[in-house]
């Protein structure tokens, strides 16, 4: 018997990805492919996206010039790309916002999404309250209590946030949560999964709504400066941030970064550097780069930003990165709140811990010679200001 | 569909390897054995069991916390020979990341006699897959309330019925009675499973073992009702979590095949 998918679901030279999931899920992935390729060369699904895409989302965002910030570490320039300016402040609402008409589409009437920041879970329980769909949002409690902001937020929007008390109680956790929760409600909900992991089709599925942000960006870029710049620069927790803003580039003669949380150390759960620390293997329904112990157990992880700490990379990520598409840093924690610091003196605006790690790594990239960066801040930093003002980095 | 199907195994009892304890696990085995069981799942306890319901994920944390890693788990399945049949129920990536040669190495002297591989479809890891076969150890097929006949006629072809001169534990496709994760706590009404159950056996004569949510006589007595074998999981790891012995918790649930 064939998979029955139509889609590719493998990438890069070692095929990672996949479809490792239980067989309960099976039939609803074939259904989610199925309907998502049928939505692809649907011209009322494609402007229904796009309408909503710009009215709710606020989209298209702005590339902005960070000149100040850009002299003090010497660049010669420094554009940033403002998915923090979206609805819901973070690139996440892209995807949620598409998946969420998705599930519209096929008729469920109910919606499960994980979230670790609770950018996602916001994200998904804006789309929700704005489609008049139901909404359960699973978190971990460690990020309940780092990301408190978003867990309100989430409430005051109609949903449900369900507290994982498993594990380190992180996005991990909300995931096999999330997994679980779908299979016994498979019928009538739809699985949200806010980035670009987890069995096919979901890893081609985030990164295709996700591609907006490069998309763009390199228009933006061609009619701003003339020129595209040496580095294009993202943050990468599971992906989705990192493969929406750098796929696009992924043919022009410029330099692709992808930057993983340092965390506070470099022993394996101190960090969550999966290209350094991680080894091949199996998470959350693919094959990919993943920090785990001799025994096949996901590791522990650590990193300030509860977007980053996951413990894998997604596939189609990890995949560009091992076929030397895209090139890997990390940041360590005191690094990204350094980063986030100069970026609210030179510039004036907030970045969230995610996307500080974009900017933690600016500085060696200045002493290395490079001259021009284009970085995805993908996200705003009002969810993390109890973390800035506890930690020395940035007082309030 | 109407020809009433002799039994091949009255009851698949699961347990979770290392809870309570590795060094438990050769005696609750043998009396197993003696109880007459046949066949048993064996749990190998993983850090992420997406599959798996509150209680059945407590118990592989426990078993991990206590060192129960998959290693250690087949070294203290070897050279066994008072143990039923045993299905070793887990994820996939434990079982990559010992690799297989190695895995083969470990189970050859267990009574271990098939995987069931929660999160592996077929297809994902064929050269995998094809090499455990070949060495004796088959992947056992599940089927859902999601899967479809066209597809539960595909998924047991690709992992075929060795033929009734096989041992149960090698022969059986394992069906999921309800939507979900493991665990006990299912309403009592089993007319859909009836009726699925029906609709499987018209697919051929393959033995049926159908299990998630069951943990009562009366369900269990009205499983082996419809030909098929129940599966206790969740109630049973309880139980012995409790500090309960494998017989007095299995005699109430367990008709010796007449």
Known sequence: MTSGFTLPSRFGR??????????????????????????????????????????????????????????????????????????????????????????????????????GAGQHGVATAAACARLGLSCTVYMGVTDMARQAPNVARMRLFGAKVEPVEAGQGTLKEAVNEALRAWAGNCNKAHYILGSA???????????????????????????QCGTLPEVVLACAGGGSNGLGLLVPFLQDPLRRIAVEAGGHGAGLGEHAARLDGGRMGVLHGCRTLLLQDDHGHTAETASISAGLDYPALGPELAALILDGHVEVRRASDEEALEGARLLCEAEGILPALESSHALAVLPALAREGVSSVLLGLSGRGDKDLSTYQARAGVSA | MTTPRTLMNPLLPFIMAGDPSLEALPGILSAARALGLEAMELGLPHSDPIADGPVLQAAAHRAIQRGATPRRVLESLAGLTDSPDLILFTYV????????????????????????????????????????????????????????????????????????????????????????????????????????????????????????????????????????TPIVGSALVQELASGLDLRTALLPRWTPAT
């Open chain 1, 197 to 223: 992991l987890g069995p096919h089709p979901f890893p081609t599925l985030v990164r295709t709504f996700q591609t907006v942000i490069g998309e763009e960006a390199r228009a933006q870029a061609l009619e």
């Open chain 2, 93 to 228: 990536n434990p079982l990559l990341q010992l690799g297989t040669e190695a895995l083969l190495r470990l189970l050859a002297p267990t009574p271990v006699k098939a995987l069931l591989v929660v999160d592996l479809p077929f297809g994902e890891e064929p050269a995998f897959e094809a090499d455990l076969r070949a060495a004796g150890y088959p992947m056992v097929p599940l089927l859902t309330p999601t899967t479809t006949l066209d597809r539960a006629r595909g998924i047991l072809s690709d992992r075929p019925d060795p033929g009734p001169e096989a041992p149960f534990a090698q022969r059986f496709a394992y069906v999921v009675a309800r939507l979900g994760v493991t665990g006990t706590g299912q309403g009592t009404d089993l007319s859909p499973v009836a009726s699925r159950v029906a609709d499987l056996q018209s697919l051929g004569d393959r033995p049926l073992a159908v299990g998630f949510g069951l943990s009562d006589a009366a369900s269990l007595a009205a499983i082996r009702a419809l030909g098929a």
């Open chain 1, 14 to 115: 070692q095929g990672l990805g996949g479809c490792y999931a239980p067989e309960t899920l099976l039939q609803p992935l074939l259904d989610l492919e199925a309907a998502f390729v049928a939505a692809a060369s649907d011209p009322a699904f494609q402007a229904e996206l796009k309408a909503e895409l710009r009215q709710f989302v606020g989209r298209p965002t702005p590339l902005t010039p960070a000149p100040r910030l850009a002299a003090v570490l010497g660049l010669r320039s420094l554009y940033l790309k403002r998915e923090d300016l979206t609805h819901t402040g973070a690139h996440k609402i892209n995807n949620a916002l598409a998946q969420a008409l998705l599930a519209r589409r096929m008729g469920k009437t109910e919606i499960i999404a994980e979230t």
